[in-house]
Nanobody, 124 residues
């Protein structure tokens, strides 16, 4: 059983910073690309940033230059450093990872897993 657990959300004033963390646990063979998504009230979930197993990154236009994604494979973790936060960044932030697990008898399965989400509120 694979679990992703996020932490680091909270209330911050506009212009402030937060660092989100997401750690994977369980019987994991490899972690491929890791992502951060967010969903604001009444809106669809959107991709914030992604990072491959090689360390290549991409991010959405609305967060470019303000948010930075990174990962620590030894800790099975992905991070999102968020600077210059704006009220429109308010959302539930979700971690997602493409993970390969062994189901037994040498059978490998690769699928996306989601965390439970962490609330980020940017308000004065």
């Amino acid at each position: 059983q694979v679990q992703l657990v996020e932490s680091g959300g909270g209330l911050v004033q506009p212009g402030g910073s937060l660092r989100l963390s997401c750690t994977a646990s369980g019987t994991i063979s490899t972690i491929e690309t890791m992502y951060w998504y967010r969903q604001a009230p009444g809106k669809q979930r959107e991709l914030v940033a992604g990072i491959t197993s090689r360390g290549d990154t991409n991010s959405g236009d609305s967060v470019k230059g303000r948010f930075t994604i990174s990962r620590d494979d030894a800790k099975k973790a992905v991070y999102l450093q968020m600077n210059s936060l704006k009220p429109e960044d308010t959302a539930v932030y979700y971690c997602n990872a493409l993970i390969t697990t062994e189901k037994g008898m040498g059978v490998m399965t690769t699928m996306h897993y989601w965390g439970q989400g962490t609330q980020v509120t940017v308000s004065s």
